[in-house]
């Protein structure tokens, strides 16, 4: 007999309504965003304009050390628009991480890149490097890393490895903007590095990305194939000969992106110092509670950006079960990338993945949280699940 109701998975909660208690996520839009949007969306020009040049300058002079920023329509456009700039084509081999999400391995499958997973680094959530040594060989040609959560990865070993098989490093800092490693900037250390500006990130445009270059010499190249492969700047002038030679993506950012990013990014040292309150709040309230470790709170060399709030917990189901029925929505997020068909299905080579796959688990950290809230969600981890 077919049952009426499908069972329901086991990991299955039911969904927490806004008002209701402690959400994961929350975006954070702050007020001149409203202004300025409305701004763009009275003048003539609303596609990409002066405000996205704008925000690029910015963004670069705040992040980029002297690379080049270009705004794209989302952090997956970037991504793709660093992995064809790295050279990368048909055929090649590349290492990334597989805990992350789909966005970071997806555009291989554009390009018909082959990629190999490297395992996740049990005590941060970052790709284990030492693994990555064990892949790396002549064949390789870029080695992708992801700052999970918004805490830089090792990147002196990551470097040290790419200088020795003469192999660019593309850094995927969706999560890290704000971030910093050994005293420098994520976006200033690799030769490519992307952000996303997507609708919970911490700095928002709705959905939209940043590429950051450190090579100027590709720049015109980088902003033709963001653009159908056209030169729009010779188009402008009036001196465009409609030739397109290479193929391009419609990957630009618009002025109404742009404004919510503009203004997102004159509030930014607030909202990341807030964050990483919160982070640090988290940090003294979970300060040997047992059955859960927090991921990163114990570097000293490089800052957390404190986008996702990242822990190792012992019986991961009653945990977000206990979390959920006190009103406190946790999740897992992401995925690794190697239970997606379509990624090639699932590996046998990465057991520390398969060590944490029940385990890992993100609490909420939001601007729409304080450290009170913080304090309730570790009083009711502490009290036990
Ligand atoms: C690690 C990582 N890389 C890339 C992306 C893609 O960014 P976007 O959603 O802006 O395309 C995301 C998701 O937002 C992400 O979490």
């Known amino acids: 007999m077919t049952p009426l109701h499908k069972e329901k998975p086991m990991n299955e909660l039911p969904v927490m309504q806004e008002g209701e208690g402690i959400m994961l996520f929350y975006p954070h839009v702050p007020?001149?965003?409203?202004?300025?949007?409305?701004?763009?969306?009275?003048?003539?020009?609303?596609?990409?304009?002066?405000?996205?040049?704008?925000?690029?300058?910015?963004?670069?002079?705040?992040?980029?050390?002297?690379?080049?920023?270009?705004?794209?329509?989302?952090?997956?456009?970037?991504?793709?628009?660093?992995?064809?700039?790295?050279?990368?084509?048909?055929?090649?081999?590349?290492?990334?991480?597989?805990?992350?999400?789909?966005?970071?391995?997806?555009?291989?499958?554009?390009?018909?890149?082959?990629?190999?997973?490297?395992?996740?680094?049990?005590?941060?959530?970052?790709?284990?490097?030492?693994?990555?040594?064990?892949?790396?060989?002549?064949?390789?040609?870029?080695?992708?890393?992801?700052?999970?959560?918004?805490?830089?990865?090792?990147?002196?070993?990551?470097?040290?490895?790419?200088?020795?098989?003469?192999?660019?490093?593309?850094?995927?800092?969706?999560?890290?903007?704000?971030?910093?490693?050994?005293?420098?900037?994520?976006?200033?250390?690799?030769?490519?590095?992307?952000?996303?500006?997507?609708?919970?990130?911490?700095?928002?445009?709705?959905?939209?990305?940043?590429l950051v270059l450190q090579d100027h010499a590709i720049v015109p190249t980088a902003e033709r194939i963001r653009w159908f492969g056209i030169d729009r700047s010779n188009k402008q002038k009036g001196t465009w000969e409609n030739d397109i030679w290479e193929v391009g993506y419609k990957y630009q950012m618009t002025d109404i992106g742009a404004a919510m990013g503009l203004a997102a990014l004159h509030e930014f040292d607030q909202t990341l110092a807030h964050r990483q309150k919160l982070f640090q709040a988290y940090k003294r309230g979970l300060a040997g509670a047992e059955g859960i470790t927090l991921m990163g709170a114990d570097s000293t060399d490089r800052t957390h950006a404190a986008w996702l709030c990242t822990a190792l917990v012992e019986r991961r189901q009653e945990f977000m079960t206990r979390l959920r029925d006190r009103k406190i929505e946790s999740g897992q997020v992401h995925y690794r990338n190697d239970r997606y068909t379509v990624l090639g299905g699932r590996r046998d080579d990465l057991p520390n993945m398969d060590a944490i796959e029940e385990n890992y688990i993100v609490l909420p950290l939001h601007m729409h949280m304080n450290e009170n809230d913080v304090e309730y969600v570790c009083q009711v981890i502490r009290s036990g699940w």
């Open 31 to 210: 007020k001149k965003a409203i202004e300025a949007v409305t701004e763009v969306l009275q003048s003539r020009w609303i596609g990409q304009g002066p405000r996205v040049a704008q925000f690029e300058k910015e963004f670069e002079e705040r992040f980029a050390g002297k690379g080049k920023a270009l705004a794209v329509g989302s952090g997956t456009d970037a991504l793709h628009l660093a992995y064809i700039l790295a050279g990368l084509k048909e055929g090649d081999e590349v290492i990334t991480p597989v805990f992350t999400c789909t966005a970071t391995t997806i555009p291989f499958l554009y390009m018909g890149v082959k990629f190999r997973f490297a395992d996740v680094d049990p005590k941060t959530l970052n790709i284990s490097t030492s693994h990555v040594r064990e892949l790396v060989n002549e064949k390789t040609k870029a080695i992708v890393c992801v700052h999970y959560g918004g805490l830089p990865c090792d990147m002196d070993e990551l470097l040290a490895i790419a200088t020795e098989y003469n192999i660019p490093v593309i850094e995927d800092a969706a999560h890290a903007v704000g971030a910093t490693y050994k005293g420098k900037k994520i976006g200033e250390i690799s030769p490519f590095t992307m952000f996303s500006f997507q609708a919970i990130k911490a700095m928002t445009t709705g959905d939209g990305g940043m």
